[in-house]
């Protein structure tokens, strides 16, 4: 049974592209977050998803971020117009719909814009 | 609001000695859970404990053993006979209010095992 997949592992994005930040869950898992984890600091939550439904995105910056997590497929975050301050690790933990919190963290995508 | 304090931002040892990281939270609520994640030098999180918060029982695996005490909102993580391989940044962490799912996160504390 594969751990949560993050892909790419590193991605690197000029200021003003997108960057695309993928998550496939745990078999099983149904829910899916995202935190970000900036240099030096701890995680900080951004965005709890089910199955096409964004449940909490209490944590997401209001502008130029989004997530998805569709029927079919990855979830997806997507940063658009990347600045450097964008620069950080993202997270993608997943759990199963009887124990939330029955977290299982991905390795992370690091971004960094140059 | 729930908040998560680890004062400790950098600790350094020698091989063989303990070493106990602190965690202090902050909740209103009843019921929650508290964890505690290594993030090693290759980046990953990796989970160590999860207890919840009826359960004050001290819980020992291995070289690595937690103290819960509810009345000073505290969940301690001892390392005994540290080893270079311990060397990472450790997090606490707390279930957010009742009806969400995300997690707050402490600071992270960084341990150095030097041989």
């Known amino acids: 049974n594969a751990g949560v997949m993050q892909n790419p592992r590193h991605l690197v994005r000029r200021r003003g592209q997108e960057a695309r930040l993928r998550c496939s869950p745990m078999k099983g898992h149904s829910h899916v977050y995202w935190y970000r984890q900036l240099p030096e600091e701890g995680l900080k939550f951004m965005v709890y998803l089910q199955k096409e439904n964004i449940i909490d995105e209490s944590g997401m910056p209001k502008e130029r971020f989004s997530a998805e997590f569709p029927k079919e497929g990855p979830s997806i975050l997507r940063i658009q117009q990347v600045v450097r301050g964008d620069s950080a690790a993202y997270f993608c933990?997943?759990?199963?719909?009887?124990?939330?919190?029955?977290?299982?963290f991905g390795s992370g995508t690091r971004l960094t814009v140059v | 609001a729930q908040k998560v304090t680890q004062a400790q931002t950098e600790i350094s040892v020698v091989e063989k000695e303990d070493v106990t990281l602190d965690c202090v939270y902050e909740t209103r609520d009843t019921t929650y859970y508290l964890f505690w994640y290594k993030q090693p030098p290759s980046g990953e999180l990796v989970f160590l404990i999860r207890?919840?918060?009826?359960?004050?029982q001290n819980e020992i695996s291995g070289r690595y053993s937690w103290n819960f005490q509810k009345s000073t909102s505290s969940f301690n993580f001892t390392i005994t006979a540290s080893q270079v391989v311990d060397s990472a940044v450790y997090f606490c962490a707390l279930t957010g209010s009742y009806n969400t799912d995300k997690l707050i996160f402490g600071t992270g504390t960084r341990l150095q095992v030097f041989p």
């Open positions: 933990a997943s759990s199963p719909p009887q124990d939330s919190y029955g977290y299982t």
């Open positions: 207890r919840n918060s009826f359960d004050e």
